[in-house]
């Protein structure tokens, strides 16, 4: 009987002594930190591994040190030439200082995408439609280094951000779309204008060549018979020298 009294003793102490042992022995990861707090007060980071705290005196927050992949909700963007266009995008950051990232802010995942979506906002009603659309990547490293600095203070490192969709009302699109056709007919008449021009220049510089020399205008009427005569046709080309131009514009004011 006394056994029996000593084992009903023992048996909730040991009880007692194992469960201040489990509480006390936690057990960290490599991509996770342990924030300490001692009676409230931040008494340090641990981690990883295994830790020992003081039952009901410390208490410990986990902090995830991996990359987290935020998704920024569609957002209803007016772009500075007043275009209405929803736009989404995606976050890559994570967690260098976890000691910040638990005491500065309450929820740094929440603070994070919130910011996110103002800022997304803010930079792209600065620009017009066509930068939107065509330098995507200026503006994603302008929302990252805005985003960077913000969350610096939060012990988060924003390591990149993509712009996925820039949508567009179907009633601008087809205004884009003709607006793209005008451009285009603009830059063949631009080109054939040029051309045109190009080939003028080329002419009047060869003009001047064949006139400082008679010889070359006869040379040259023989090699254009040459090319005629070897294409099988039935047209007759006779060569009229310059030099009775010039004769006949000498007798007309005699006569």
Request: glycine share 4%; aromatic share 6%.
């Amino acid at each position: 009987m006394p056994m029996l009294g000593d084992l009903a003793f023992y048996v909730p102490l040991i009880l007692i002594a194992l469960i201040i042992l489990m509480a006390a022995i936690k057990i960290l990861r490599e991509y996770e930190r342990g924030v300490i707090f001692t009676l409230g007060r931040f008494t340090g980071v641990k981690g990883p591994g295994l830790i020992l705290l003081i039952p009901f005196v410390q208490q410990m927050v986990r902090i995830d040190l991996r990359t987290i992949v935020l998704d920024v909700p569609t957002q209803d963007v007016i772009s500075r030439d007043n275009v209405s266009v929803k736009v989404n995008a995606v976050i890559y950051f994570r967690v260098i200082a976890p000691d910040l990232a638990t005491i500065q802010v309450e929820n740094f995942m929440q603070a994070t995408s919130e910011l996110a979506q103002t800022t997304l906002r803010s930079v792209l009603g600065k620009h017009e439609l066509d930068e939107m659309l065509a330098e995507r990547d200026k503006l994603n490293a302008d929302i990252q280094e805005i985003l960077d600095a913000q969350t610096d203070a939060w012990g988060i490192k924003v390591a990149n951000v993509e712009i996925k969709h820039v949508d567009i009302d179907e009633s601008m699109v087809r205004a884009i779309a003709r607006q793209a056709e005008a451009e285009r007919e603009r830059r063949a008449k631009v080109i054939n204008a040029e051309g045109e021009q190009q080939a003028a220049q080329k002419l009047l510089e060869a003009a001047e060549i064949l006139g400082q020399r008679p010889e070359a205008m006869q040379l040259r009427y023989l090699s254009t018979l040459n090319v005629i005569a070897g294409e099988r046709t039935s047209t007759i080309v006779f060569p009229f020298p310059l030099e009775f131009m010039d004769l006949l514009k000498g007798i007309k004011p005699k006569a």
